[in-house]
């Protein structure tokens, strides 16, 4: 299971913390992602953390957005920073399935 918190209304150029809690699975063998749809688009790739620590970004997200993980805690994090409208949607993470989202809305 994975459950997204930490979503809400933020203004233009503030910041967010997202969390995803994950049980049932081994976390620390398997590489974690967040992803986002806006509403009326397609999902898409957000920020990806392998088992070792390496990280991917979207182009749209470099230097603004941080991945992270606690294989203690079965954590996974996004610290997202200088968020934009255009940041506005449901966020996911995902390991090999999905998990419910959480809603981000960037809005002055």
């Known amino acids: 299971r994975l459950v997204e918190s930490g979503g809400g209304l933020v203004q233009p150029g503030g910041s967010l913390r997202l969390s995803c809690a994950a049980s049932?699975?081994?976390?620390?063998?398997?590489?974690m992602r967040w992803f986002r749809q806006a509403s009326g688009r397609e999902r898409e790739f957000v920020a990806y953390?392998?088992?070792?620590?390496?990280?991917t970004y979207a182009d749209s997200v470099k230097g603004r957005f941080g991945i992270s993980r606690d294989n203690v805690q079965n954590m996974l994090f996004l610290e997202m920073s200088g968020l934009k409208p255009e940041d506005t949607a449901v966020y996911y993470c995902?390991?090999?399935?999905w998990g419910q989202g959480t809603q981000v809305t960037v809005s002055g």
């Open positions: 995902y390991a090999f399935f």
């Open positions: 049932g699975f081994s976390f620390s063998d398997y590489p």
């Open positions: 953390i392998d088992t070792d620590g390496a990280t």
